[in-house]
């Protein structure tokens, strides 16, 4: 039926869709109001203050800090901290193998993790259950009773002081899996998978053009989860690294030492390391939240 077939009534029925305006269900209209965009601020607000905050220490002197009251504008000598904050920790080689650890764990959690997460939600083979619940289980085991075990283990692989032994023990994780698994559980039709059976999908076929694709949008959301954590990570690289060969974490350890630390370097070594994943967020933050919402419209 065309819109000069409708009748009097229908048309008048229908809802009108004007600029700022979005039609939900039978009529209903999503709106903004003020004390939306107040508390949306507000949050705001507070959320960016701890980086303003590092962002005017970093500016200033170590000796303006410790006056009363403490700045509140920007000073003069940002670009000054953040060179002697570089040169002091050698943030140029903690960098390069930041990116090089936090890249591996995160492509090697995302892929890992949606095929360990296919297999729990859709294929059927015997113990799952059991297996879930222990990959569940590794979960509540807090990670500093690792840590001496998995020293030793690394030690007799002479992988001491390298960046595969930061790398190895977080190739897949288990809230990788169970978030996977979750997800696909809603959003990947069991008939999807039958269908591709019936075509002659291998399996490798119906992983590559079936599961990825549907589980994109978790993917884009693990991702950026498991480069902030690999990311801001320390207490295992602190143990297995040293300064010669250091993550960023590691690197701006050694800016704290020193018998009168300079807060101002500090601060300059912290915003330097906080701007890879601010990159990271405005690069890629546009293409997770439109894989989120076309996951969420498709589901």
């Known amino acids: 039926m065309t819109t000069s077939e409708l009748t009097l009534p229908q048309a008048q029925a229908r809802p009108k869709k004007g600029p700022g305006r979005r039609v939900m269900g039978a ?12 508390v949306l601020t ?23 800090l410790a006056q009363t009251p403490p700045p509140l504008w920007f000073g003069g000598n940002l670009f000054k901290n953040l060179q002697a904050a570089w040169d002091q920790a050698g943030l140029g080689t903690a960098m ?28 059927r083979f015997r113990f ?11 979960m509540m085991i807090p990670p500093q009773l690792a840590v001496v075990p998995l020293y030793l ?6 992988w001491s002081n390298q960046l595969q032994t930061v790398i190895l023990p977080t190739l897949v994780t288990a809230f990788g899996t169970f978030f996977m698994r979750q997800y696909l559980v809603q959003a990947l039709p069991t008939e999807l998978i039958e269908a591709a059976r019936v075509d002659g999908a291998s ?18 959301v693990l991702g950026l989860l498991t480069f902030v954590f690999a990311w801001n990570d320390f207490l295992w690289p602190i143990i297995a690294l040293n300064q010669q060969n250091p993550t960023v974490q590691v690197a ?17 070594g912290a915003l330097l390391g906080t701007l890879p994943l601010l990159i990271a967020f405005i690069l890629f933050g546009k293409q997770i939240v439109g894989g989120i919402m076309q996951g969420a419209i498709k589901g």
């Open 252 to 268: 701006l350890n050694s800016l704290g030492t020193g018998y009168v630390p300079d807060q101002a370097v500090i601060m300059a």
């Open 96 to 123: 390069v193998n930041s990116v090089i650890v936090a890249g591996t764990i995160t492509i090697s959690t995302v892929v890992f993790s949606t095929l360990a997460g296919f297999a729990f939600a859709k294929l």
């Open 153 to 158: 283990w690394m030690s007799d692989l002479g």
């Open 42 to 64: 507000v949050f705001a607000l507070v959320s960016l203050a701890p980086l303003v905050w590092t962002a005017i220490a970093a500016s200033r002197t170590d000796r303006r």
């Open 203 to 220: 399996s490798l076929r119906v992983v590559w053009h079936v599961v990825f694709p549907a589980a994109r949008p978790a993917m884009a």
């Open 27 to 38: 009529g209903k209209q999503l709106h903004a109001g003020p004390v939306t965009y107040i």
């Open 128 to 138: 799952s259950g059991v297996l879930l619940l222990l990959t569940i289980g590794t």
